[in-house]
């Protein structure tokens, strides 16, 4: 149940400014895909036109293909709700419910969408779910707390349990690390490596020894240049990203010569 | 310049974090002593309670910052200085709010008797009970009757405004006016309830659905800025959490966004309401008069405790005995603290509301 994505002459528009320009990539299926880039050149707002939630926001808009399976999922007869069902995501801020319990915060997605489920089944969802984001052993006995009542990285994970309990084709994750400790930060990128059997994971990163850990693929973003759109400068297989870059700028900002 | 012309920073002299301060008594033995020494010109010239407050505030506000100087410098000065000034300001604030409260217990709690709330003004002859039942409910039935028209539409605008419209002229334009609302004299709020039923139902109209109605218009502008102040709170990242689970829009509203805003949004309409139940103006125009239990919102005229309150204090009779007070005052002062009471309940309900669907920490 993984989604391969290709993407063709994507651009991306917050009103009238050009944020990201001409991506074309293939994403594969059941693979870690990881983006890195200076910081405002578009990797996030990438991500987000791969599951319409860059629409969210008043006045953002894309031109070009975006195809999962065959469908493009800019077409006028696409339900943008249909598509997020499909393509989960994990935001850089851990964000759980604050009202609802840590049960209630993985059912969420099943439950805000009315499905009925009988009590058995909702609780194989949220063990299956907390198992999946090697957070099960932790809350298991406190099911019933508040969700906001957790740590940080604690809370991510939950967030990642939200995700996944949706069952999607493929889970995109925002930074998910870049709020949390080294050892959060461990146990999600082992969670990743877990997850990449069933899910296309895509990953937008800051810290280039987490892509070059965990994801197969690679693409650097980068600005053409100063007050220019964001580009993807080169989308290659993580090894060679890392080991010997076709493109200069590349290897300049792998080798952190270039800020 | 290069550094080494710079001259060397004499590090010898020794810091001083300690400095001379006043006893900690000081302001107590400063206000004592003011008290004491304002007693003297008061006592001698004959003057009363306040001017001897505020000779002794003066002194007070002179004497501890001329002390504090001598001892503690200029900043010590300035800070005890300050912190008199708004002292005495909180007990400006204060001391009208307590001595309403005190007058009005003090006056209206011997009127209150086991007929004064479950009698009404209704009587067919002179020497029966009589008391404020029916204004009591008249309170209650039209107060629901404003609240049941304004909250649903002062929310659903409030969620229009914020979930919907932002940023658009529309939702400019609705703000502004909302704006506007919040200033209209209750009494202009009565004016336009009592020209639309008189339209609709002809003339002399007095209906208690009339006050309602009046009184909605005066609740929904702060329904709704309270709703949109609170909606305002919840964070983004919660409704794009709910988006990319693949939750409508709508759903994310009700579910999600609503929730988490309940216990201020239920806070801020009960305040609305605690607001508008003390209201007379209107009333008195729509909502007629009448010494009848009415539980009919929809016909018949309906007294209100405010209103209640007004008539007795116009026509308050004549004492049973000479030089005593008559049974209108006595009247309105238990009316008024049954008011002042309902109105407290409201506040301290919101207050618990409030706490009950503020979102848990699990701390």
Not at chain 1, 137 to 163: H, T, W
Request: glycine residues 8%; proline residues 6%.
């Amino acid at each position: 149940m993984a989604k391969s994505i290709t993407v063709g002459d994507l651009d991306i528009y917050y009103g009238d400014f050009l944020a990201v320009q001409g991506v074309n990539m293939t994403i594969k299926a059941r693979s870690v895909t990881a983006f890195i880039g200076p910081s405002g050149c578009g990797k996030s707002t990438f991500l987000r036109s791969l599951n319409r939630m860059h629409e969210v926001i008043p006045g953002a808009r894309v031109e070009g293909k975006v195809m999962v399976d065959g469908q493009s999922l800019y077409d006028s007869a696409v339900d943008p709700v249909a598509v997020r069902r499909q393509i989960g995501m994990v935001f850089q801020r851990p964000n759980p419910f604050p009202t609802m319990s840590i049960y209630e915060n993985v059912l969420a997605g099943n439950r805000l969408n009315s499905k009925r489920m009988k009590k058995a089944e909702a609780d194989d969802i949220v063990e299956r779910s907390l198992k999946g984001a090697n957070l099960w052993n932790e809350v298991k006995d406190r099911l019933n707390k508040p969700g906001m009542g957790l740590s940080g990285g604690q809370q991510q994970r939950l967030c990642i349990a939200r995700a996944i309990a949706v069952e999607p084709q493929v889970l995109l994750m925002d930074e998910p690390c870049s709020a949390l400790d080294p050892i959060s930060t461990s146990a999600i990128e082992d969670l990743i490596h877990e997850l990449k059997s069933d899910y296309t994971i895509v990953i937008v990163t800051h810290n280039m020894q987490q892509a070059a850990r965990v994801s197969d693929e690679t693409g650097f973003f980068n600005l053409k240049a100063a007050g220019q759109p964001g580009q993807l400068v080169e989308f290659n297989s993580t090894q060679k990203m890392f080991a010997n870059p076709d493109n200069e700028a590349t290897e300049a900002y792998i080798s952190g010569r270039f800020g | 310049m290069s550094l080494a012309t710079a001259p060397a920073r004499p590090t010898s002299e020794p810091v001083a974090f300690t400095q001379a301060k006043l006893p900690r008594l000081a302001p107590a033995l400063v206000g004592v002593v003011a008290v004491a020494a304002a007693a003297l010109p008061v006592l001698l010239l004959g003057w009363g309670l306040i001017a001897w407050a505020l000779v002794a505030g003066v002194l007070y506000l002179v004497a501890l910052p001329a002390w504090a100087r001598v001892v503690e410098g200029p900043r010590g000065a300035a800070d005890r200085m300050v912190t008199g000034l708004v002292w005495a300001a909180c007990l400006v604030a204060i001391v009208p709010l307590v001595s309403l409260l005190y007058t009005v217990v003090d006056r209206g709690l011997p009127a209150i008797n086991s007929t004064f709330l479950t009698y009404s003004m209704y009587r067919t002859e002179l020497d029966q009970e009589v008391g404020i039942y029916h204004a009591l409910v008249g309170t209650l039935l039209i107060t629901l009757g404003a609240a049941v028209i304004s909250v649903p539409i002062g929310i659903m605008a409030a969620i229009y405004l914020i979930e919907y419209g932002k940023g658009s002229r529309l939702a400019r334009w609705i703000t502004f006016l909302v704006d506007v609302m919040t200033g209209i004299p209750s009494i202009v709020a009565g004016l336009f309830a009592f020209s639309l039923f008189i339209l609709i139902f002809g003339p002399s109209t007095r209906v208690g659905i009339g006050g309602s109605v009046a009184l909605s218009l005066l609740m929904i502008p702060v329904v709704v800025r309270s709703t949109e102040e609170m909606l305002r709170l919840v964070p983004a990242d919660l409704r794009e959490a709910s988006y990319a689970l693949g939750v409508p829009k709508w759903r994310t509203i009700v579910k999600v966004v609503l929730p988490t805003a309940l216990g201020g949004i239920v806070t801020g309409v009960t305040l609305a309401i605690a607001r508008v139940v003390g209201e007379t103006a209107p009333l008195l125009l729509i909502a007629g008069l009448t010494t009848r239990t009415n539980f009919n919102v929809f016909s018949e005229r309906m007294t209100t405790l405010p209103v209640l309150i007004y008539t007795q204090n116009a026509n308050p009779g004549i004492a049973e005995t000479p030089g005593g007070t008559p049974p209108g005052i006595e009247i309105a002062w238990g009316g008024a603290l049954v008011l002042i009471l309902i109105v407290m309940m409201l506040n301290l309900v919101a207050r618990v509301i409030g706490a009950i669907f503020a979102p848990k920490t699990g701390h």
